[in-house]
């Protein structure tokens, strides 16, 4: 567990290089789907305990759509795709070809959406992770979850992280200017402690 | 009044007068324990079921097994008497049902097992709860009134 707080500096910016190349083959992809503009921001890695696990929203009970996907393969470990329920809203709007403010609701044809983006979005990115790294990355189907965002996220490390007292986030911002309004969501690469280290291996920093 | 919020792994006690709150809960598990003739209150929210679990050894408030007599030990220090508290609980949810493995009991399911065990160890009895499913809660303990508030976006409020 050690090795997860001591990251040195240029494994850090590995880490950020290899996350970026990952979200950029993301945000390529959302912005097909949904022809619209898709801006990145620079990866921030944080290692945390699990207590203590940031939030990326405003509000601990901001109601948030979340997608996690588990990674199988030579890496393992989660994907979590976040969106404030109102830019999930939205998200579905744009992936459904319809106006906007034409749905106020997420009901099953919208929340197939949003897995679907899930779905291509870490379909996407761990491509081109295992291109990258000569890995072999396989995604499960996607689950959805739609709650407070603090339960969501401690949650989800608590249920499927290894370890119950560090807790890595490889997170990523993405920003989508849609109607003159910036809609945010947030890609979460949460990579077993035994992965991170693979990860660092593969790219000959360990 | 005032509003005391607990973050995870964290806890307050407190007399007539607050209310004490820890949001968005999960799998995590909120505990209150009320005295309510002395109207002292205490709340941990719970992160694991017990040391076993973590490495960290230090902080008694994230583990259902030591949050139980930290919080007893709390409230006695401002006039709480083992004898008269009464526990209430909420939390334990799962999420992302689908992803989880089929066989074995979830974290959820382990901390409401292990919370119900410490409080029949400390002998307070649990007197309401709102456990399991799978939708994140949040808790408002009153103690002016022992009543403790369960918020929910998808299963809407209920007082326990």
Redesign the interface.
């Given at each position: 567990?050690s090795d997860m707080t001591t990251l040195k500096p240029n494994q850090l910016d590995a880490l950020r290089e290899v996350a970026n190349i990952g979200a950029g083959h993301a945000a390529t992809a959302l912005s097909q789907m949904t022809g619209n503009t898709i801006m990145i921001t620079v990866p921030k890695i944080n290692v945390t305990?699990?207590?203590?696990v940031p939030a990326q929203l405003d509000s601990?009970?901001e109601?948030i759509a979340a997608v996690?996907?588990?990674m199988m393969g030579d890496l393992t470990g989660r994907t979590l795709l976040i969106f404030p329920q109102p830019t999930a809203v939205r998200m579905a709007e744009l992936m459904l070809r319809r106006p906007i403010g034409s749905s106020r609701d997420l009901g099953v044809i919208e929340q197939s959406a949003i897995k679907e983006a899930g779905n291509i979005l870490a379909g996407a990115y761990m491509n081109a992770l295992s291109e990258f790294m000569g890995l072999m990355l396989l995604p499960?189907?996607p689950?959805l979850?739609?709650?407070?965002?603090?339960?969501?996220l401690?949650?989800?490390h608590?249920?499927?992280g290894s370890d119950?007292?560090q807790v890595v986030s490889v997170e990523t911002e993405f920003m989508l200017k849609d109607a003159g309004e910036h809609l945010r969501g947030f890609f979460l690469l949460l990579p077993d402690a035994a992965s991170l280290q693979a990860i660092l291996r593969a790219v000959r920093l360990a | 009044m005032s509003e005391i919020r607990v973050k995870v792994a964290d806890f307050a006690v407190a007399g007539t007068g607050a209310v004490i709150a820890t949001i968005g809960l999960g799998s995590c598990v909120a505990i209150a324990l009320y005295d309510p003739l002395a109207r002292v209150g205490g709340l941990a929210h719970i992160l694991l079921p017990s040391v076993g679990m973590s490495q960290d050894r230090e902080n008694r408030a994230k583990f259902a097994g030591t949050a139980v007599p930290l919080l007893i030990e709390q409230m006695r220090a401002i006039g709480g008497r083992v004898e008269r508290m009464r526990a209430k609980i909420a939390g334990g949810a799962s999420m992302f049902t689908a992803l989880l493995p089929t066989s074995g009991i979830q974290m959820g399911e382990r901390n409401i097992l292990a919370t119900r065990d410490a409080l029949t160890r400390a002998q307070v009895p649990l007197i309401s709860e709102d456990v399991g499913g799978d939708h994140g809660r949040s808790v408002y303990f009153d103690v002016t009134t022992g009543n403790v508030l369960v918020k929910s976006l998808r299963r809407g409020d209920v007082t326990i």
């Open positions: 567990m305990r699990l207590e203590d601990e009970d109601p996690l996907m588990h499960s189907p689950s979850h739609i709650d407070m965002s603090a339960a969501i401690t949650t989800t608590l249920q499927f119950k007292d | -």
